[in-house]
C-alpha cells in the first residue's frame, strides 16, 4: 500500500510540473507583440490525462514553436523559447525531455548556418541556442560517461582589440550566458563538467569554432539514443537540414546512372528539394554548406541508418532520408573522405536492397490480386513502380 501511494505521488507530481512547463509556454505566446490562438492551443494540453505525452505527439505544437526558433533574431540569451526549451529538457518528465530534444535539428541548423555563413554582416547572438547544445551534450556526456573535452571560452570581462567591456545587467537577458558559462566552468567533483580557461579571444563566438562540432556531434549522439521515441516530423526535418549541409552537386542527380529519364526525374526533385529555396519547412537559414568532419558526421550517419533502415519508420521518412545520404555521399566524395564515402555507400546499398525487396513483394502481391501465374517475371510487371524518383538515380552505386 505504501509503494501504491508513492507511485500515485509521483504521477501527481509528474503531471503538475508538466502541467506548469506548458502553462508557462502558452503564457510566453501570449506575452507576445502579437497573440494569437496559439496560445489557448497550447494551454488545452494541461487539460490532458498525460500532458506532457499529448504534447510530444502533437505536430501542431511542434510547428508553433519551430516557426519562432526560426526567426532571424532567436537564439538570443533574452530568447524565452530558448529558456523554455532549456528549462523542459532538465525537468524529471521524459516525454517532456523528449519533446526538447526533438527540435535538435532546428536548432543545431540555425546555430551552425549562422557561424558558417561568409556575411560581413555581425554574428547574431546566439547564447540560448548555446545553452540547449550544451545541456544535451552534458547529458550524453554522463549518460556514456564519456571524458570531458577541454574548451577555452575569452574573458569578455578584458578589453581586446575585438571588443570593449560593456556593462552588464543582470536581470533575465545574461541568465543562459551563465548557463554556458557554469557548463563549462571547471569542477573537480564532477567529471562530466567541461574545464575553462581563458585565452585569446575570438570575436563575438561564445564556443571555440573548433569545438562546435564535437558538441553538436555529441547533441546527436543524445538525439539518436533516443530516435525511436522521436517523433516523426523531427526526423524529416533532421534528413532536410543534412541533406542541406551537404550541399547539392549534380553528381548527386546521376550516381552512376545514365538512364536519361530517371535523370530528368532526379532534376525535377532535386529543384524540389534546392538549397535555399525553402524546399521544407526550415526556410529561414536553410541552404548553408557547412563543413562535416568525422565528429559530426559519425552520428548523423547513425540517424539516418535509423531512419532507412528502421521497422516502424514511415514511407516518408525513409524517402527523405535516401535523399540526404545520396546528398552526403556526393559531399564527402567530393571532400576525398574515404571512411564517410565506405559509410553512405554502405547505407545506400542497404537502402536500395530493402526497396528492391518491397518491391518484389509488391509485384507478387498485385499479380496474386490480379489473377496472374506466379512464374510472371516481376521486371515485365509495370503495374507496380514504389521507387521514388530520387532514388532511382542511384540504384548502381
Keep these: 500500500m505504501t509503494t501504491m501511494s508513492a507511485t500515485m505521488e509521483h504521477w501527481r507530481e509528474s503531471v503538475d510540473e508538466a502541467r506548469t512547463l506548458i502553462l508557462s509556454l502558452s503564457s510566453i505566446f501570449q506575452s507576445s507583440p502579437k497573440p494569437s490562438s496559439s496560445s489557448f492551443f497550447l494551454s488545452s494540453f494541461a487539460d490532458h490525462d498525460d500532458p506532457a505525452k499529448s504534447l510530444l505527439t502533437s505536430k501542431e505544437a511542434y510547428s508553433l514553436i519551430a516557426s519562432c526558433l526560426s526567426s532571424s533574431v ?10 523554455w526549451l532549456y528549462d523542459t529538457y532538465i525537468s524529471s518528465i521524459l ?91 571547471p569542477d573537480t567533483s564532477t567529471s562530466s563538467r567541461s574545464s575553462l580557461g581563458v585565452k585569446s579571444l575570438e570575436p563575438q563566438i561564445t564556443i571555440k569554432s573548433t569545438q562546435r562540432p564535437l558538441i553538436v556531434g555529441l547533441a546527436f549522439d543524445c538525439y539518436h539514443q533516443h530516435i525511436a521515441e522521436i517523433p516523426v516530423w523531427s526526423k524529416i526535418d533532421f534528413c532536410e537540414v543534412v541533406a542541406a549541409w551537404a550541399g547539392q552537386c549534380n553528381c548527386s542527380k546521376g550516381n552512376e546512372n545514365d538512364n536519361r529519364c530517371e535523370s530528368e526525374n532526379i532534376v525535377k526533385e532535386m529543384r524540389r528539394l534546392e538549397i535555399g529555396k525553402g524546399g521544407s519547412n526550415l526556410e529561414c537559414e536553410k541552404g548553408v554548406k557547412i563543413l562535416l568532419p ?84 516481376i521486371e515485365g510487371s509495370s503495374s507496380v513502380n514504389i521507387i521514388p524518383d530520387e532514388i532511382a538515380a542511384s540504384r548502381r552505386i
Design 74 to 83: 532567436s537564439g538570443a540569451s533574452s530568447d524565452p523559447f530558448c529558456h
Design 294 to 377: 568525422w565528429e559530426l558526421l559519425q552520428p548523423i550517419l547513425k540517424i539516418l541508418g535509423h531512419c532507412l533502415m528502421g521497422p516502424f519508420c514511415p514511407e516518408e521518412v525513409k524517402s527523405s532520408a535516401s535523399v540526404a545520404v545520396r546528398r552526403i555521399y556526393a559531399r564527402v566524395s567530393h571532400d576525398l573522405n574515404p571512411q564517410a564515402i565506405l559509410a553512405t555507400r554502405c547505407l545506400i546499398q542497404l537502402d536500395n536492397r530493402a526497396r528492391d525487396k518491397a518491391a518484389q513483394k509488391a509485384a507478387a502481391a498485385a499479380r496474386i490480386h490480379s489473377g496472374q501465374p506466379k512464374d510472371c517475371s
Design 95 to 185: 516525454s517532456l525531455r523528449l519533446f526538447s530534444l526533438s527540435f535538435l535539428p532546428i536548432i543545431s541548423n540555425l546555430y551552425l548556418s549562422r557561424f558558417a555563413t561568409d556575411l560581413p554582416s555581425p554574428i547574431t547572438p546566439s547564447a540560448g541556442f548555446e545553452a540547449i547544445l550544451l545541456a544535451f551534450y552534458n547529458s550524453q556526456i554522463q549518460s556514456q560517461n564519456y571524458e570531458s573535452r577541454s574548451i577555452s571560452l575569452p574573458d569578455l570581462t578584458k578589453p581586446s582589440i575585438y571588443h570593449s567591456p560593456s556593462e552588464l545587467k543582470f536581470n533575465q537577458s545574461v541568465r543562459l550566458d551563465k548557463i554556458v558559462e557554469e557548463n563549462m566552468s
